[in-house]
């Protein structure tokens, strides 16, 4: 079946009230309660989104999007009582696109939801497949030790292929189709994610992952300039 979210939570009856909550306002929802449900319902069931919690009884949150990553592409927004700053990375760094803190707010996450899963069909109606940016020819200006090829949505440094996730290489692709440009933030969020309701914190994590592959040093990056207090800028010191 198909279906527009799924929701992995040992919660019972909270993620019983978040499906029908969404069900009312017309997204198709279901839930399971563990790692190993998740992974029998991902074989025969295809999702657009996934609101995933931390602590699964015996399961890790954590490790189940590890696994997931393994094998899709689909928006994973992490669902948790806990609140540290650790959590929250942890989540974005093994691939969760946002971090959702409990008690949550129904109707703030329907319309996060909402536009995620707009968002989602557009670019698989426009691609022909889930989470791509476009189908160009290999890039053919390189910069320095970089080559970014499109089609197969990849970046190599020094003739090697540096890792970027999808979300990454969106990001990252952005930047550098808009080089010499200060993008803000707000920007940034709608183009990559869909929408504005992201945190700084996850577009800071993207950032530092991105500049961790491509730079020489991360501290001191070549090409990704911060902009304080507006955004960033794929800097290449030529004026085109």
């Known amino acids: 079946m198909n279906w527009d979210c799924l929701i992995v939570d040992d919660e019972i009856e909270l993620a019983k009230a ?7 306002f017309g997204v198709t929802c ?3 309660t563990n790692f190993n449900d998740c992974v029998l319902f991902m074989e ?13 009884g015996n399961d890790s949150g954590f490790e189940l999007c590890k696994a997931l990553r ?36 129904l109707s703030v996450l329907l319309a996060k939801v909402k536009v ?21 020819d290999q890039e053919k200006n390189n910069y320095s030790n970089l080559r970014i090829d499109k089609d197969a949505m990849k970046v190599y440094r020094d003739g090697k292929d ?34 504005a309701f992201f945190s700084d914190g996850t577009l800071n994590v993207h ?8 730079e020489e040093n991360p501290n001191q990056p ?15 010191g030529e004026n085109e």
């Open 44 to 56: 025969s069931n295809s999702v657009k989104l996934i609101l995933l919690d931390i602590n699964l």
């Open 70 to 105: 393994q094998k899709t592409d689909i928006p994973i927004l992490f669902i948790s009582a806990r609140q540290s700053d650790d959590d929250v990375l942890i989540a974005l760094n093994i691939g969760g696109d946002d971090y959702i803190k409990k008690p949550y707010s």
């Open 116 to 136: 995620i899963i707009k968002r989602y069909e557009g670019t698989a109606k426009k691609s022909g497949r889930s989470d791509t940016v476009g189908s160009e």
């Open 207 to 214: 950032i530092r992952k991105i500049r961790e592959k491509i």
């Open 162 to 195: 540096v890792g970027f996730k999808t979300k990454e290489f969106k990001l990252f692709l952005y930047l550098y189709e808009n080089k010499n440009r200060v993008i803000a933030k707000d920007e940034l969020f709608k183009m990559i994610w869909g929408d």
């Open 222 to 236: 070549k090409y990704i300039k911060t902009i304080w207090g507006t955004g960033y800028m794929f800097e290449t």
């Open 18 to 24: 978040t499906c029908e909550y969404f069900e009312m």
């Open 30 to 32: 279901a839930f399971v």
